[in-house]
């Protein structure tokens, strides 16, 4: 039997065909063989998750309303996990009522949303240099045109952001202030001021991605850039379920101005109509039921000894004259090789060593720093650490 070709189908958008995929996710799938020690993925330990508390929500929810909790939703999401999140900002410090909340798909559903209700193709979008590497694929899709912000070892420069935001007219600022992926750079309480003063001077949106935040192992927590005055008509703050109770839930928030949430609001019917009403509900329930702080303080304690053993670890893995950073908390240290290595050329040999990392170079918005290299420390215990390590350093020899 023969058959004869039909037309040629109409070519995809141009933003499908211009948006390349996450390098970070084919990495992962180069490192799935178990016997890899992976420092790659930003992945919570899954040893630590509260198995037994989140199934007991979700049987209590599924025993006590089935018929409503395997129902369809309203798309501003479960009325007592929206409570549930502005009553944890409002005890932490950012007065929040639960109207303000959205129920998000991670929240990386809620930068999508962000970016379909904000950004008309050739908007400039300010970012941290570098940067999450997904933010850079969402704004991409949207046909934003992303300018880096120069920064330091603390994040980005305000007098340079000024600059920036004169000269280019942004619409959007995106920043991750707490433990940055990939970095883990803290933005002083300082620069933040700064950073919402700009906002309320000339005028832009502020996106404040807030996913690792309660993951600190020390110091003293900053203020969100939500809280200052000069920023909070302009600011919106995305939050996540995924580092504190599970990723698999596939559980955020934003929290927004009025004039911005309404829009975000049918952004997200247009997309989802809802997120997921029985994991909201067991979410819910969880928080109800089981007291989610001292369970983070519990991971917390693991993962703080985690970063603890890599950065012990480093000095005789890495070649003479790389440096990097301690952050405070959340799940990245950020790795600088000697200007003549190229991470990204390593990381082949390094996978025959079967240990893996993710280079820095697709995080940077414009020219990349090639030496740079994201290790990630919490999926493995301590003296798995050391192990990959010595793998490092036998890869990098």
Known sequence: ?????????????????????????????????????????????????DAEGIRAAYDRVLAERAG????????????????????????????????????????????????????????????????????????????????????????????????????????????IPDFQNPTGRTLPEQRRRAVAEVAGRHGLWIAEDDPYGELRFEGDRRPWISSYEAAAD???????????????????????PAALLRPCVIAKQAADLHTSTVDQAAAARYLADRDLDAHLDRVRTAYRARRDALLAGLPAALP??????????????????????????????????DVAYVPGAPFYAAEPDRATLRMSFTTHTPEEIAEGLRRLARAFG
């Open 320 to 353: 003479q004259g790389s440096a990097w950073n301690r952050p405070e908390g959340g799940m990245f240290v950020w790795v600088r090789l000697p200007a003549d290595r190229d991470a990204t050329a390593l990381l082949r040999t390094a996978i025959t060593h």
């Open 68 to 175: 409503t909790v395997l129902q369809y939703s309203t798309t501003e999401g479960d009325p007592a996990l929206r409570a549930a999140v502005a009553g944890r900002l409002t005890r932490r410090g950012l007065g929040t009522d639960a109207d303000s909340v959205v129920v998000t798909g991670g929240s990386q559903q809620g930068l999508a949303l962000l970016a379909t209700v904000l950004l008309e193709p050739g908007d400039v979008v300010l970012v941290e240099n570098p940067t999450y590497l997904a933010a850079l694929q969402c704004f991409g899709f949207a046909g934003a045109r992303v300018v880096p912000v120069p920064t330091d070892e603390d994040g980005v420069l305000p007098d340079a952001l000024e600059e920036l935001v004169l000269r280019e007219r942004p619409k959007l600022l995106y920043l």
């Open 1 to 49: 039997m023969t058959t004869t070709a039909g037309a040629a189908l109409p070519a995809l958008a141009a933003r499908a065909r211009d948006v390349g995929a996450s390098p970070v996710r084919e990495i992962l799938a180069l490192t799935a063989r178990p016997e890899v020690i992976s420092f790659a993925g930003g992945l919570p330990a899954p040893e630590l998750f």
């Open 234 to 256: 302009r600011t919106v703050l995305l939050g996540s379920f995924s580092k504190v109770m599970a990723p698999g839930m596939r559980l955020g928030w934003l929290r927004a």
